[in-house]
């Protein structure tokens, strides 16, 4: 690394942040660093950013600056990197940089070593293709040291048109009674990052069964990801048939509907009805097998004389 990108990193390193810090506590917690974006940046107030929001246009060079804090009463070394956030509750993606934000993301070091109760901020730039599409690629700054690791996210948002679209794909239900569950997908088929809020309904023969208006669920959708969610469904019908509805909706107009049937039928019902199907069509059979069979050879004695007399009785009429 340049001396001089060396000396703007340790420039920016703020002695004594945590001057109000016991001692002992921090020295008894060898992993008590911590990463935010540093104070004074865009968009931060007095309470601080919980992240970094960068926006410009395709062809822009976007500037800020990351805050290790070492609270600790020894230095601490740290490293840190550039990477395309996974967007399922993660800052970041444990792999290598990816091929979006964390591409374009360059830090002014990678390896930063911490005075005790200090502050270290390291800028880093974010260099937005030409041929960026615009929307939001999210990323993180991933920060690792004595045995752990921590990101900070980065929202990215690259000027020009937005579209937001959401789809809710695979529904189905799982299980029977306390063990149910509503399984399914969303699909963000649009380019801006989304925070879905899910509703769900569940209408069977003897009724409505369920409704569950709509909440925020604990999940971020980058542009183009999907992910398959659950939820319990404890007080599932043992005995009906149901039809449940899911209906998805985000910020910018997403909207979204899909539906599964359910039919639930208790064993001890299910064997019952079975036995009993089973008994009928054995009946049925034997009946319809009965009314087939041809009379026996000769037949009973009883009916072999009748047929006589009544041949003899004709006999007799025609010699009369």
């Not at 050879?297 to 041949?311: S, V, Y």
Request: net charge positive; with cysteine; aromatic share 4%.
């Amino acid at each position: 690394m340049p001396s001089r990108t060396r000396s703007a990193v340790v420039a920016a390193v703020t002695a004594a942040a945590l001057l109000g810090a016991p001692a002992a506590a921090t020295a008894a917690a060898p992993d008590a660093w911590s990463a935010a974006p540093a104070p004074g940046g865009a968009g931060a107030g007095s309470s601080g950013r919980p992240y970094f929001y960068l926006e410009g246009a395709p062809g822009t060079v976007l500037t800020d600056k990351i805050a290790i804090t070492n609270p600790g009463a020894a230095p601490r070394t740290v490293r840190l990197r550039g990477t395309d956030a996974d967007g399922a509750g993660s800052a970041g993606r444990t792999g290598g940089a990816g091929h979006d934000a964390g591409a374009w993301l360059s830090l002014a070091s990678k390896t930063v070593k911490v005075p005790p109760r200090t502050r270290a901020d390291v800028p880093f730039t974010v260099t937005v293709p030409a041929d960026a599409v615009p929307g939001d690629h999210p990323g993180a700054i991933v920060v690792s040291g004595d045995g752990r690791q921590a990101g900070v996210r980065l929202a990215l948002r690259v000027s020009g048109p937005t579209l937001a679209a959401l789809s809710v794909e695979d529904v189905r239900v799982t299980g029977r009674g306390a063990a149910a569950r509503i399984r399914y997908a969303l699909v963000n088929h649009g380019n801006v990052t989304l925070t879905p809020r899910l509703a769900v309904s569940a209408d069977g023969v003897f009724g409505q069964v369920l409704r569950r208006p709509a909440r925020t669920l604990p999940v971020e959708l980058r542009p183009g990801q999907r992910v398959r969610l659950s939820e319990k469904w404890a007080d599932a019908p043992s005995f009906d048939s149901v039809r449940v509805e899911l209906t998805a909706t985000a910020g910018g107009g997403a909207h979204a509907t899909a539906s599964a049937d359910y039919r639930a039928l208790p064993w001890g019902w299910a064997a019952v009805l079975a036995t009993g199907l089973c008994l009928g069509g054995a009946a049925w059979f034997a009946r319809r097998r009965r009314r087939r069979a041809p009379p026996p050879a000769g037949g009973p004695a009883g009916e072999e004389t009748g047929e006589r007399e009544e041949l003899a009785g004709t006999g007799s009429g025609a010699r009369t």
